[in-house]
């Protein structure tokens, strides 16, 4: 089987994002954390994205 070099690897992404989260609410409090959660959800550029897919999941639930 033939390895492929890749330029880009996802997973150690995810361990950095999830690093820096970490580094950046070890020391929180719930109610800060629950803060921090809620700016970088309100400041996130998949926000539109789940407001649309939570609309259509709670219109489907409705029927």
């Keep these: 089987m ?4 890749k330029d880009f690897d996802c997973v150690q992404m ?4 999830q ?3 970490y580094a950046d609410t ?3 409090c719930f109610e800060d954390y629950k803060t921090y959660l809620a700016i970088r ?6 926000k539109e ?9 709670s ?4 029927e």
């Design 41 to 46: 959800l309100k400041n996130s550029p998949f």
């Design 49 to 57: 994205r789940m407001t649309r897919q939570q609309k259509r999941m």
């Design 14 to 17: 995810k361990n950095n994002i």
């Design 19 to 21: 690093a820096k989260i």
């Design 2 to 5: 033939k390895t492929i070099k």
């Design 26 to 28: 070890k020391d929180m």
């Design 59 to 62: 219109i489907a639930g409705a």
